[in-house]
């Protein structure tokens, strides 16, 4: 009994690093009518616990659509049941997938050593999804993309010390292994213009000179093998924050 209860005592906090994405598309001709009542339901279910951020999608071929975002989640949450399930479950049954034309959903864990200054608050992003090749050692894409933001995280330059990436990858996602890249816009989408930052000073090393100064000429070879179609499908679009539709 007590190498058990020494093994309860040092078990570790459960990690939230997990966020459950539930993506809609209102029918035709009920975006109002889905946007109302959503407002409610959050107002009535998700005020205070399992807190909801959504997001209006607004290009690409997901324009239309928005995202329903629980963050912050443990794999220890999945066990526990709402105190009031059944008439959560009843309203949206009643007032919300009646409105929807599609909807799908997934679960993304955060993964901070692929993310570069991921703490930036921003209310515009732009998205990138990647869906990689079957058979992909995946901790050696890992490692490329940790020794890119390692590398990013010291470079020098007006566009690079501004950019942040939050990095995503799909659970339980079969054998299409996705992941997720979000560019968090803290000055909004008019930083997407072309000449918005100012040029890097003339002698700025580029990202191969610091990656081979760091790691070496054979690794940056081994490097380009890795990435070459590592990603055999991209889709990218632009979304926005809707603090109106989100738990205040």
Known sequence: MAMAMTAYS???????????????????????????????????????????????????EYAGYYHLVNAERSFEDFDKERP????????????FFPLLE????????FMDSLSLRPEVEAEKFVVNIGHLKQGLVIADYRRELARGIKINKNAKGPFIESLSLSYFEQLWDGSDQVTVSIRNLKDGFKSLQAGYFSPNPAGTPSFRDDYVKAYGHTA?????????????????????????????
């Open 10 to 60: 040092q078990s570790p906090a459960p990690v939230k690093d997990l966020a459950t994405v539930n993506t809609v598309k209102p029918k035709p001709g009920q975006k109002m009518a889905f946007e109302a009542a959503y407002k409610l339901h959050i107002a009535k279910f998700h005020k205070a616990d399992e807190k909801i951020s959504t997001y209006e999608i607004l290009s690409g």
């Open 84 to 95: 009031d399930a059944a008439a959560h479950s009843l309203d949206l049954d009643k007032t």
């Open 102 to 109: 599609d909807t799908k959903n997934g679960t993304y864990r």
């Open 220 to 248: 940056w070879d081994d490097r380009i093998k890795v990435l070459d179609g590592a990603v055999v499908k991209n889709e990218q679009y632009i979304m926005k924050l809707r603090k109106d539709l989100s738990s205040q």
